[in-house]
């Protein structure tokens, strides 16, 4: 795109058109947890997927499996995952008097372990080849190395969830591959980059007590502006890459800001006035990364 575009007035203008329609579909996330059994490829339950999330692996195996493929797991956490055990027995039918077989269901778990903490060898790889529902997103190499240039500390694969730690001043993010596309990774790592522009060595934007996944509730307000300000700047800075092919890309963006608008009941001004805050983030963020920053109107 064009650099002297103001591209806070077209994405802000945007997005609230797209929330005054009221015609958004629901927030999704970008990227993919879904865990699978390697022998069987089959998704573990539901109640497996919450014992295995925050870890990054596609695939799990048992540790006796993994000895016997001859896989190198040293140093490997282990994992639990559940199933029932179906017993039967005998027991009489108190209306006809006569034995009938019964089943038991009794929980039961065992340990696995995640193929991303297996070293990377022949025997790995065979395994898995032509298993993998990840995607082959390329990387955009160019923008990695301007992003490279921020000086942010980004951890990559790490969990299964993106989020940016104040206490800390790290990112993470999933990898790549767990993404529905490629621009879908990068929007993502553009919205944490903004709420690390926030931190006291950089704009100063956060209080001084830091936003923690357990102030969100009592934060409400207070988190809920820096949501939009990070969304925007993501958005903002997906339009400067042009990463944004049509109005569509903005949808989900629209989505995310929406559910954040409620409990600053629902004042779409809050989008104007957060927008200003992720110009000073967008272009901080371009001023790192070497490159010219947004035209930002004159009040």
């Not at 650099?3 to 996330?29: H, M, R």
């Not at 497996?48 to 540790?63: A, R």
């Not at 297996?118 to 190395?145: G, P």
């Amino acid at each position: 795109m064009e650099k002297n575009k103001n591209v806070n007035k077209i994405v802000t203008e945007n997005i609230i058109s797209l929330i005054e329609s009221g015609k958004l579909p629901e927030w999704s996330k970008a990227f993919k947890r879904i865990k699978r059994n390697i022998d069987s490829k089959k998704n573990y339950s539901c109640l497996n997927q919450l014992l295995l999330s925050g870890d990054t692996s596609e695939y799990y195996i048992t540790p006796k499996k993994a000895i016997a493929k001859k896989l190198n797991f040293k140093g490997a956490k282990t994992k639990i995952v559940t199933f029932w055990k179906v017993s039967t027995y005998m027991a009489k039918n108190v209306k006809t008097n006569e034995l009938e077989e019964k089943k038991s269901f009794i929980l039961r778990f065992y340990n696995v372990i995640g193929f991303d903490s297996i070293a990377d060898t022949e025997e790995k790889r065979k395994l898995i080849e032509k298993k993998s529902e990840y995607k082959n997103n390329a990387r955009i190499e160019d923008l990695d190395r301007m992003i490279a240039n921020i000086g942010a500390t980004i951890k990559t694969g790490q969990s299964g969830r993106a989020f940016y730690v104040p206490s800390t001043h790290e990112i993470s993010v999933p990898k790549i591959e767990t993404f529905t596309d490629s621009k879908s990774y990068y929007k993502t790592l553009f919205h944490e980059l903004a709420h690390w522009t926030g931190h006291e060595t950089n704009l100063k934007r956060h209080n001084e007590k830091k936003y923690t996944f357990e102030e969100r509730e009592e934060k409400k307000q207070e988190y809920s502006y820096e949501e939009l300000v990070a969304e925007i700047s993501s958005a903002m800075l997906a339009e400067y890459f042009n990463l944004n092919d049509n109005i569509d890309d903005l949808k989900n963006s629209a989505s995310y800001l929406k559910g954040w608008l409620e409990p600053l009941k629902n004042d779409v001004n809050m989008i104007v006035h957060a927008s200003s805050k992720a110009d000073k983030a967008v272009n901080f963020i371009l001023d790192k990364m070497g490159v010219a920053p947004l035209a930002i109107d004159e009040a």
